[in-house]
């Protein structure tokens, strides 16, 4: 990211969600006011394709780490494999990898367990959402996921091979798609300017609209309340819009929408 400051001379740079140090791909990266709005694209899915390898457990189930048990692949049947993989399609409580950023106690699991500490992170529910096996090379097995927001793919790879019964661990990992911004529309971390940047309304076009009047957007970029839509249906966070311009997004509250995060300028 501090590429990306530089270039941009901006350091209010975040993300959707950081990538394993071993893993490449899509990093999506918010800029200035719009890293406001980046709580609204939290629950994005993520698609990556990758490799599972049989047989090799390691503490950090991947390919980074010490290895703690060997077994043998060779039984497993393409009927057994197929079962297994079809079996995690769908939601399961997941356990994060020792090494990850999880916080037990108030401090991050890999800090605990590069102390030395025995780590057992709680589990959590998660949704694999497609789950294909695009070459099974055993004891290589070549996958492609879209996954939950919080899944960790290493934890899926260590669970299937915990499923079959010989282990697994994770030897590659490529982010190709966060919710509906893809790899193949990517730049380069030193091919970003002003110009490449893609308009922040990305992010909530999920919202329903409100387009504002010209008194309205004075209200609105002062944080005041406007009128809410007599027809809206729900209670959800509403986009408000001047034209094509993103100004804020709004809170319904009784008959009133309350801008909560403002994005435009004054």
């Given at each position: 990211?501090d ?15 950081t ?5 490449k ?8 006011r ?20 049989l047989g090799?457990?390691?503490d ?6 010490a ?12 009927a057994?494999?197929?079962?297994v993989?079809?079996?995690f399609?769908?939601a ?12 037990i ?18 589990p959590?529910p ?5 789950l ?19 899944t960790y793919?290493r934890?899926l790879a260590?669970?299937?091979?915990a ?24 730049l ?29 957007r ?8 406007i ?8 209670r959800?966070p ?25 994005v435009?300028?004054g």
């Amino acid at each position: 990211m501090d590429i990306v400051r530089r270039a941009l001379g901006e350091q209010r740079v975040g993300h959707l969600g950081t990538l394993d140090p071993f893993a490449k791909g899509l990093l999506v990266l918010v800029v200035g006011r719009a890293t406001r709005l980046a709580p609204f694209a939290a629950e994005w899915p993520k698609t990556y394709d990758g490799v599972i390898r049989l047989g090799i457990t390691t503490d950090t189930d991947d390919l980074t780490g010490a290895v703690l048990a060997t077994a043998s692949w060779t039984s497993i049947t393409p009927a057994q494999l197929a079962d297994v993989i079809g079996s995690f399609r769908g939601a399961y409580e997941q356990r994060p990898p020792a090494y990850s950023a999880v916080k037990i106690d108030g401090e991050r699991a890999y800090r605990r367990a590069r102390r030395g500490e025995v780590v057992t992170p709680e589990p959590r529910p998660v949704e694999i959402r497609e789950l294909e096996i695009v070459e099974a090379a055993v004891p290589d097995l070549r996958f492609r996921a879209t996954v939950s927001a919080g899944t960790y793919v290493r934890s899926l790879a260590r669970d299937i091979g915990a499923k079959l019964g010989c282990g697994a661990h994770l030897t590659a990992l490529r982010r190709t798609a966060v919710g509906p911004l893809l790899l193949a529309d990517a730049l380069a971390p030193e091919a970003v300017t002003r110009a490449a940047l893609q308009d922040a309304a990305v992010l909530i076009a999920h919202m329903p609209r409100r387009q504002v009047d010209r008194k309205e957007r004075d209200a609105v970029l002062h944080g005041r309340p406007i009128q809410r839509p007599a027809v809206a249906e729900s209670r959800a966070p509403i986009a408000l819009f001047e034209g094509a311009e993103l100004l804020a997004v709004a809170e319904q509250v009784g008959d009133l929408l309350k801008p909560r995060v403002v994005v435009a300028e004054g």
